[in-house]
Structure formats: structure tokens, C-alpha cells
């Protein structure tokens, strides 16, 4: 199985600032990888696919990068909005798994 | 517009079985992947399995086979997932969600609203 090191965990950031989460696959995913937003008592929400491609509706400010085993998603000038929970998921080959989540939350 | 809706809480009893549902609505139910994802209080995301409702093929998570039995009505445009033998780790919020294919690219892009599954006597 495909293991995702997300990284960090959590992160404490102002409205304004710049952000980089990060996510490690055990071996090459080909970017076959999605990201997604969680707020606190919902269901989790597409950002991007395919690595860097942004889902419909989602603003310009994220952005994901990355190829063979290393991903990042950016999140330039965070807004309020923008705190919750995200995680990176593979889709390169079953199981479909996700990285451990990164908390980010108000400095 | 797509929409997934997910059958209520459970409060079931140690050893017992559960199974709850997921409505699609707005797509082709028989053409795109169903999947199930489990979520812990206070912990991340567990993908379960998925399954092809238009030919009932199925793909487990090691974890959760013997634990989870997927299944799809074409006819309603529901899939059902049974969780069997259930202990206090199974208590989570459960989730369906459709993967979309974006010219051969997947990603999760349609979620249930989650199902909350409390085992407890």
C-alpha cells in the first residue's frame, strides 16, 4: 500500500499570510493526487486534482504543485475562510489513501 | 446538481451489525466509482473501499475487509454499506463520495453529508 506523509500536522497563521502544506507518497503516484478542505462538523471538500488542478469554484489563491513522490498545496493571502482541516489523497492504485490532515488555525 | 444523502445516526450495541445508505441523485449512479471513507472524532480520513454500481465490482481497504460490505441498487440509485461486528473503534461519522473522472484523473469532487455510527450498550 501507498503510505501519505502530510506535513505539518498543524500550523497557527494570521489572516494575510502565505501557507505550504506538504505531502509525501511512499513511492511514485504520477500525480494522481487530490486535496481536499475540512471544516470543523462537515464533509470535506474538493480543492484540487490530477495535483494542480483546481476544482470548480475554488478560489485563485490556492494552488498545488508537485510530481513523482513530493506535493504541495499553496494557500497565498489566507482568508478567515480558509481555516479547517486539509488532506492529500492518491489515486494511484487501491487503496485510495490519504495523508494524516493539516490543522491550520488562527495565530 | 449532484447530490449524495446519507441515511441518519446509528446507536447500535457491541457485536452487532449496521448498514447505512447513500442516495445519489443529478449523475449517472451506475457510472462513476462510490466510495466510503471513515473519520474518527478528532482524527483524519480512512478511505474504505469503493464500488462500481454498474457491475458490483468492489475494492476493499485491507483494514476493513471482514468489517465492510459494500453493495449498490441500480434500481434507487443507493449504496449501502454494512459494517458487522461492531466494537467501540467502529463508533465514527461515515462518509460517501462519488470520484468523478476528469479525463482519466480521479478525485473524491461529491460528498455525503456523514452518517454517525455510536456502538455503545
Known amino acids: 500500500d501507498i503510505q501519505m506523509t502530510q506535513s505539518p500536522a498543524s500550523l497557527s497563521v494570521s489572516v494575510g499570510e502565505t501557507v505550504t502544506i506538504t505531502c509525501r507518497a511512499s513511492?511514485?503516484?504520477?500525480?494522481?493526487l487530490a486535496w481536499y478542505q475540512q471544516k470543523q462538523g462537515k464533509s470535506p471538500q474538493l480543492l484540487v486534482y490530477a495535483a494542480t488542478n483546481l476544482a470548480d469554484g475554488v478560489p485563485s489563491r490556492f494552488s498545488g504543485s508537485g510530481s513523482g513522490t513530493q506535493y504541495s498545496l499553496k494557500i497565498n493571502s489566507l482568508q478567515s475562510e480558509d481555516f479547517g482541516s486539509y488532506y492529500c489523497q492518491h489515486f494511484w492504485g487501491t487503496p485510495w489513501t490519504f495523508g494524516g490532515g493539516t490543522k491550520l488555525e488562527i495565530k | 446538481q449532484v447530490q449524495l444523502q446519507q441515511s441518519g445516526p446509528e446507536l447500535v450495541k457491541p457485536g452487532a451489525s449496521v448498514k447505512i445508505s447513500c442516495k445519489a441523485s443529478g449523475y449517472a449512479f451506475s457510472s462513476s466509482w462510490m466510495n466510503w471513507v471513515k473519520q474518527r472524532p478528532g482524527q483524519g480520513l480512512e478511505w474504505i473501499g469503493r464500488?462500481?454500481?454498474?457491475?458490483?465490482?468492489?475494492n476493499y481497504n485491507g483494514k476493513f475487509k471482514g468489517k465492510a460490505t459494500l453493495t449498490a441498487d441500480k434500481s434507487s440509485s443507493t449504496a449501502y454499506m454494512q459494517l458487522s461486528s461492531l466494537t467501540s473503534v467502529d463508533s465514527a461519522v461515515y462518509f460517501c463520495?462519488?470520484?468523478?473522472?476528469?479525463?482519466?484523473?480521479?478525485?473524491?469532487?461529491?460528498w455525503g453529508q456523514g452518517t454517525s455510527v455510536t456502538v455503545s450498550s
Open positions: 464500488i462500481y454500481p454498474g457491475d458490483g465490482d468492489t
Open positions: 463520495a462519488r470520484v468523478g473522472d476528469y479525463g482519466g484523473d480521479y478525485a473524491m469532487d461529491y
Open positions: 513511492e511514485n503516484i504520477y500525480s494522481n
